[in-house]
């Protein structure tokens, strides 16, 4: 492993200022822009331009074969959601190396699965999960630890660990949940963290971007969000959960008058997503929407005291 102290055009000092901003490997400053490098070390074009080729050069960012991907895509592993059917539809879970997304009206479940896989995650792998840490950034106020204790028990682990395992921010901004990714970018590693939630991901830019002037401005927020989101499940091997409420669309008269917040950015950056509804004698029936490998199946499920369940 190339150190960014040994990449072309990088000094002490340069290194020292990327790293206070985040760029802590070689692989990172690879993906970066030049605009966010010349920021971050305080330096010209030139400079980051010739930082970020030869940290291209120095990470393997060439062509792979297709049957190398497909030898990694076997050993993808994903964290079980304690409900066989919603696992069977996701493809066998909640997918490392990328982002999955669940929309849905209030009350349709998307906390309790965000509750459920905090758990789940920290499960050795035979279990359906992936023996590590969680990161859970809660914009809502709504993460609830005596749940965590409840789900951990019904599934034999125990719950004090379990509480243990996650580190739970509460965002205030959407400013502040951008900061508390870039933080996640450097507990990853040193903690073992392999799942971040962020329940909600859109509440707070809806909240600070209202109304149609703001549309645009914030839009390209988000994508930026997502993409930074994408960067660290890539980079760190870890899943992203993301849970968006779905807005009232009154111009819609056909069909389901509600899409998720967010709209474009997000339905073309997130790797699966779930759209969630109540149905019949309490039970939920999420449909995977537009997923790159997996059919449109539904599953049904329900909300037990002890989790999410069949
Ligand atoms: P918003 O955040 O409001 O958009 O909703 P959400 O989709 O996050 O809903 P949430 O995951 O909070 O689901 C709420 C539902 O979960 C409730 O209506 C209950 O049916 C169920 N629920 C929550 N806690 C418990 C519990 O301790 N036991 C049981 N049996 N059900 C619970
Ligand atoms: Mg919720």
Redesign the pocket.
Known sequence: MVEIEELDGVGPAIAEKLKEAGYDSVMNLAVATAGDVMEAADIGMKTAVKVITSARDASKMDYELASEILERRKNLVRISTSSPALDKILGGGIETRGITEVF???????????HQIAVNAQLPVEQGGLGGKVIYIDT?N?FRPE?IV?MATAAGFDPNTALDNIFVARAHTSDHQMLLVTRAMDMAEREGVKLLVI??VSALFRIEYCGRGALAERQQKIGRHIGELHKLSELKDLAVFL?N?VQSRPDVFFGDPTVPVGGHVLAHATTARVY?RKSKA?TRVAKLVDHPGLPPESATFQ???AGIRD
């Not at 849905?104 to 965000?114: C, P, R, Y």
């Open positions: 849905g009206e209030f009350g349709t479940g998307k906390s309790q699965i965000a809502e709504t749940r409840q329940d909600s849970t409420q969630l309490n909300i037990t005291e």
